[in-house]
């Protein structure tokens, strides 16, 4: 299949997990979909690093940072990343979601506390439940309109 | 010391199946009764104490803190626990009847290798191309010289008298969608680097796919490829039981789980690796996985007593020897030549993001369920250009990968919605 080439008014956008998380199964996909809404991705592959994220980021400065990990460590591996991309002045402003299977519980309860536990540790996007993946597209899309999130 | 390879050989002989979980704990109240769990089910069983990722990634300080703060872990963190809280945990649990091997899907494993040894443990599983391709940004000539000295730790134990086993990933590559021909080369080539270096009890993996037909001759493949080029050391067959997205539905986990227990049985292999009815959701309890472990032993026994039928050839075999030879005609030393078929694309791990990987080759599954090559690269085998749907748009992949989840979610469904029959 074609991928519909990324046009001027596509982002540039980062796609990673964190150090931990070695799935990436979550990553060629979050790739796949994003290209073919016609964005340009860096895909930073299985287990990265906390500095090779944040100099990946700060370097090319994109549009918006995908922090995607289903390996249970999320929750804790989020809140340890986030401070340091804003501890970047390039990366001040720079939208960050983080999404996937982020807790080792897997209980709702639970996933919803913590999702605003990461809104208040000023993410921009928390994306773990049942119609995720739409979810996403909407503030990818919103975000490419230049509607505020 | 457990002799793992032992105890598997002799359940063999007697006709049982070997099953076994995934499962660690770091907090060692709960490991100890999840392994005392796993030892009285009723099944043959083996014991697995699964690291958790902070270990795996050679991130010993989070881990280190993670147990001080009282934070549970997603596994063991066996390099952080002292060797003697790791022997306490073991005691009066693991021994001959009960040996105990440990997971930990590492690149660079010395740390942990040299942990399960200060324990008094021996028997543990990855390969340097199977947890480092999928897993690590590890460059892959570091983790095979990583995986060289791990086997050189487990073969000096071998020579202090202990029988360490090594089983190898490469058959479980990716978890899915990988073509069997190179799931049967990547075990066979990590089983003969494991020999090279020292092992004399091996284990091959393989892991069920998605298409019964196709994984019955891709284990006889196996099968007769170790009885070829491993004449000389120990080695049986672990199946594992589905890795890629489980069925949601109870029913459906069940039927995934009933249909890897009879593919054990029916090609010879000795060990299974269980999957649980929670595992679409989260980690399973040890409750689930001890269910799992008996279902798996009572439908294993039950095919035991099923007529065989016959496997069908439709190539696998031959694919797989061509990528093995393709292999070990770059080097007589299998980790270099491991090394060289990646650069060179002749070995290429479909969607694997690694930078060491060529990253060209790409598969799709066929109208039957059937795995197939859309496109092999630089590999030395033929793809079957236009057969099926190549996975190659997020919604194909996504369709690809949740192909079997959606197949064993609706045959429950079926089974459950079927009409009752008529009573005589």
């Known amino acids: 299949m074609e991928h519909t080439a990324a046009e001027p008014s596509g982002l540039d956008i980062v796609v990673t997990t964190m150090a931990s998380d070695s799935h990436t199964w979550n990553l060629v996909f979050l790739q796949l979909l994003l290209e073919e809404l016609g964005h340009r991705v860096t895909n930073l592959g299985a287990c990265v690093p906390d500095d090779v994220l944040v100099e990946e980021c700060r370097r090319r400065q994109p549009d918006l940072i995908v922090l995607s990990s289903v390996n249970g460590h999320g929750h804790h591996d989020g809140r340890r990343v986030l401070p340091a991309l804003r501890a970047c002045p390039e990366l001040l402003e720079t939208p960050v979601v983080i999404g996937g299977k982020l807790g080792i519980t897997g209980a709702a309860d639970g996933d919803d506390t913590a999702a605003r536990g990461l809104l208040a540790a000023g993410f921009d996007g928390v994306f773990t439940d049942v119609g995720a993946v739409d979810a996403f597209k909407v503030f990818v899309q919103r975000l490419a309109a230049g509607v505020p999130a | 010391m457990t002799a793992f390879g032992a105890?598997?050989?002799?359940?063999?002989?007697?006709?049982?199946?070997?099953?076994?979980?995934?499962?660690?704990?770091?907090?060692?109240?709960?490991?100890?009764?999840?392994?005392?769990?796993?030892?009285?089910?009723?099944?043959?069983?083996?014991?697995?104490?699964?690291?958790?990722?902070?270990?795996?990634?050679?991130a010993l300080d989070e881990a280190r803190r993670a147990i001080d703060d009282g934070t549970a872990l997603n596994g063991y963190p066996i390099a952080s626990y002292p060797p003697d809280v790791t022997r306490s945990l073991l005691r009066g649990i693991a021994d001959e009847e009960f040996p105990v091997q440990v997971r930990h899907g590492s690149a660079r494993p010395e740390r942990i290798v040299a942990a399960l040894l200060a324990a008094g443990l021996d028997a543990t599983e990855g390969g340097p191309v199977s947890y480092c391709l999928p897993y690590s940004r590890l460059p892959l000539r570091?983790?095979?010289?990583?995986?060289?000295?791990?086997?050189?730790?487990?073969?000096?134990?071998?020579?202090?008298?202990?029988?360490?086993?090594?089983?190898?990933?490469?058959?479980?590559m990716m978890g899915q969608l990988c073509p069997p021909s190179l799931l049967i080369a990547l075990s066979v080539l990590e089983g003969m680097f494991f020999r090279q270096h020292g092992l004399r009890s091996i284990s091959l993996s393989y892991a069920q796919q998605t298409h019964t037909g196709q994984d019955e001759e891709s284990v006889a493949a196996l099968i007769r490829i170790a009885a070829d080029r491993l004449p000389d050391i120990d080695w049986h067959i672990v199946i594992y039981a589905y890795m890629g997205v489980y069925p949601q539905s109870p029913g459906g986990a069940q039927l995934l789980l009933d249909e890897a227990a009879r593919l054990s049985v029916r090609t010879g292999a000795a060990r299974l690796i269980v999957k649980t009815t929670a595992e679409a959701h989260r980690i399973p309890t040890v409750e689930e996985n001890v269910r799992a472990l008996e279902t798996a032993a009572v439908v294993a026994g039950e095919e035991g007593r099923a007529p065989r039928t016959g496997i069908a050839d439709t190539g696998i075999h031959e694919e797989a020897c061509a990528l093995i030879d393709a292999v070990l005609d770059l080097d007589a030393d299998i980790g270099r030549a491991l090394v060289r078929s990646f650069a060179k694309g002749r070995l290429d791990v479909p969607y694997c993001l690694h930078p060491d990987n060529a990253g060209r080759a790409r598969s799709g599954l066929d109208s039957s369920g059937r795995l197939y090559w859309t496109d092999a690269g630089a590999m030395p085998v033929a793809g079957r250009a236009g057969a099926g749907r190549s996975a190659t748009g997020s919604r194909e992949l996504l369709d690809a990968l949740s192909y079997v989840q959606r197949t064993f979610d609706e045959r429950a469904f079926r089974t459950v919605a079927a009409p009752l029959p008529l009573s005589p």
């Open chain 2, 7 to 58: 105890f598997v050989a002799r359940a063999r002989s007697q006709g049982r199946l070997v099953v076994q979980p995934r499962m660690g704990m770091s907090r060692l109240d709960e490991m100890r009764l999840g392994l005392y769990a796993t030892r009285n089910a009723a099944a043959t069983t083996v014991g697995t104490l699964t690291v958790d990722s902070y270990t795996r990634t050679g």
């Open chain 2, 142 to 172: 570091e983790a095979v010289t990583s995986w060289q000295r791990c086997c050189e730790l487990l073969a000096a134990a071998q020579e202090a008298g202990a029988q360490p086993h090594l089983e190898t990933f490469g058959g479980c």
